[in-house]
């Protein structure tokens, strides 16, 4: 998709510098330009247009980007969390199954886990 875009930002300039350089001195030439910009600017409004459900009000698709990837980063930070807490819980299950005469310690810990 980068490559994708890189590709496309330099079809854009390409087109933007003939159109400079043709300066409408060929009709043809000015006519099938203007028609490549259409459709390039056809192209980008497409291509926003389909993120505009996944945008807040005045955020554009980077600023989205850059808000999906620090929510991402914040429930994976929240499910590590979770997962040492359910280790914990699991060891201290086994212990209290093998009859570990210190688990009503514990126990109070995993409360303690549990609620903070």
């Not at 300039?13 to 159109?19: H, M, Q, Y």
């Not at 554009?60 to 990837?69: F, G, H």
């Not at 914990?88 to 810990?109: L, N």
């Amino acid at each position: 998709m980068a490559n994708e875009t890189n590709r496309q930002g330099s079809t854009e300039e390409n087109l933007v510098k003939r159109l400079r350089d043709n300066r409408g001195d060929d009709p043809a030439v000015t006519g099938r330009l203007e028609e490549e910009a259409a459709n390039a600017l056809a192209s980008a409004l497409s291509k926003l247009a389909a993120c505009e459900p996944y945008l807040k009000e005045d955020e554009t698709p980077a600023e989205c980007i850059e808000r999906n990837r620090k929510d991402a980063q914040v429930t994976l930070t929240l499910l590590a969390r979770e997962k040492r807490k359910n280790e914990q819980i699991t060891d201290w299950v086994r212990k209290a199954s093998e009859g570990d005469s210190s688990i009503q310690g514990a126990f109070i810990e995993i409360e303690a886990i549990c609620n903070g």
